[in-house]
C-alpha cells in the first residue's frame, strides 16, 4: 500500500475519533420543561450555569439569547455546543439548566 494511502487512513481516523460528541450523559438527559429545571437545580447552580455560559458560549458565535429558544430547542442545541465548548458533564449540565430555565415559552 502507497505510504499516502496509509497516511491518509491515519489521518482520517484521528479526526473522526477526535470528533466532538457529547458524551453519554449529556445525550441521555431527558427533555425537561422550565418547572422541571428548576426544581432539581438551585438558584446558585443556575447561576454558576449563567456564568460558563457567558465564559464559554461567544467563542465561535456572538451570545445566543436563552429566551430565543424553546426548553425543547435548548435541549437539542446545547447537546450539540457542549462538547464544542469542551465542557465537561457537570459545567454541561448548569449550562443546559441556566438555558432551559431562562427559555421563551413553547
Ligand atoms: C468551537 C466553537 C463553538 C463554541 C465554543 C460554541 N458554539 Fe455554538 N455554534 C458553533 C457553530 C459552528 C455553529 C453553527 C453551526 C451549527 O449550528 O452547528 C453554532 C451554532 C449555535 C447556535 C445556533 C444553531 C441552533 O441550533 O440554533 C446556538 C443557539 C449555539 N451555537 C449555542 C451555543 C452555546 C449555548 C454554546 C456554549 C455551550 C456554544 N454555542 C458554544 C460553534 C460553537
Keep these: 500500500m502507497p505510504k499516502s494511502i496509509i497516511l491518509g487512513c491515519m489521518v482520517s481516523l484521528t479526526i473522526v475519533g477526535c470528533y466532538p460528541k457529547a458524551s453519554q450523559v449529556i445525550r441521555s438527559?431527558?427533555?425537561e420543561s422550565k418547572?422541571?429545571?428548576k426544581a432539581?437545580?438551585?438558584q446558585?447552580?443556575?447561576a454558576k450555569g449563567e456564568t460558563l455560559f457567558i465564559n464559554n458560549c461567544a467563542k465561535c458565535h456572538k451570545l445566543k439569547q436563552p429566551d430565543?429558544?424553546?426548553p425543547e430547542q435548548?435541549?437539542?442545541t446545547v447537546k450539540r455546543m457542549i462538547p464544542k465548548a469542551k465542557l465537561t458533564d457537570?459545567?454541561?449540565k448548569l449550562v443546559r439548566a441556566y438555558l432551559i430555565a431562562h427559555a421563551k415559552d413553547a
Design 29 to 31: 438527559l431527558p427533555v
Design 44 to 46: 446558585d447552580q443556575i
Design 68 to 70: 430565543s429558544k424553546t
Design 74 to 76: 435548548w435541549n437539542k
Design 35 to 37: 418547572e422541571q429545571i
Design 40 to 42: 432539581q437545580y438551585s
Design 90 to 92: 457537570e459545567e454541561g
